[in-house]
T-cell receptor, first 114, second 115 residues
Framework: DQQVKQNSPSLSVQEGRISILNCDYT??????FLWYKKYPAEGPTFLIS?????DKNEDGRFTVFLNKSAKHLSLHIVPSQPGDSAVYFC?????????????FGTGTRLQVTL | KAGVTQTPRYLIKTRGQQVTLSCSPI?????VSWYQQTPGQGLQFLFE???????NKGNFPGRFSGRQFSNSRSEMNVSTLELGDSALYLC??????????????FGNGTRLTVT
């Protein structure tokens, strides 16, 4: 049962444009949503997070939007840079029960082209 | 602060053997989680330890076990290795655990190959 889904395995964006990565979840017990970036041969690196009481969180070029009614979140990167090319994972967790561990999506590979 | 350290980086084992992987968390972090990453499957949760107690467990067979020591260092053991256990094993630490929204900080993983 895939509780966190990233339906786009890959995305290609031109340098300077906006990258939008999407994520859907099914468990209504999730309270926290996080995005991680992963380069080959390295562990995932935490990027940005949002709690369920907010609908937007911004950190520099990265903004995460949360739509609780649609159980959907997205990560916007503006402007995209070649160094942003990596695999992006969304993850979710909650305070109780089956949600109390950090559950990851399968990732979206972002390629930023010149 | 030093990051999460995992040893060894690479391991090659034969089917039927057992293996122990080690993880040193960031200083002050009490929660350690383990994940298995395989192509196409993303990161699959194995277990989480907090102050030496297993707090959460994923859907893996009993061949996968772990423990945490009083200094928060953690080990993961896999017995009777199978070919399908070949994967990148990632350890992550956090201040208070995933159920608080506290971000996990990952090591670079141990690449296990079972032949």
């Amino acid at each position: 049962d895939q509780q966190v889904k990233q339906n786009s395995p890959s995305l290609s964006v031109q340098e300077g444009r906006i990258s939008i990565l999407n994520c859907d979840y099914t468990n209504s017990m999730f309270d926290y949503f996080l995005w991680y970036k992963k380069y080959p041969a390295e562990g995932p690196t935490f990027l940005i997070s949002i709690s369920s009481i907010k609908d937007k969180n911004e950190d520099g070029r990265f903004t995460v939007f949360l739509n609780k009614s649609a159980k959907h979140l997205s990560l916007h990167i503006v402007p995209s840079q070649p160094g942003d090319s990596a695999v992006y994972f969304c993850a979710a967790s909650g305070r109780t029960g089956t949600a109390s561990k950090l559950t990851f999506g399968t990732g979206t590979r972002l390629q930023v082209t010149l | 602060k030093a990051g999460v350290t995992q040893t060894p980086r690479y391991l090659i084992k034969t089917r039927g053997q057992q293996v122990t992987l080690s993880c040193s968390p960031i200083s002050g972090h009490r929660s350690v989680s383990w994940y298995q990453q395989t192509p196409g499957q993303g990161l699959q949760f194995l277990f989480e330890y907090f102050s030496e107690t297993q707090r959460n467990k994923g859907n893996f067979p009993g061949r996968f076990s772990g423990r945490q020591f009083s200094n928060s260092r953690s080990e993961m053991n896999v017995s009777t290795l199978e070919l399908g256990d070949s994967a990148l094993y990632l350890c992550a630490s956090s201040l208070q655990g995933a159920d608080t929204g506290s971000p996990l900080h990952f090591g670079n993983g141990t690449r296990l190959t079972v032949t």
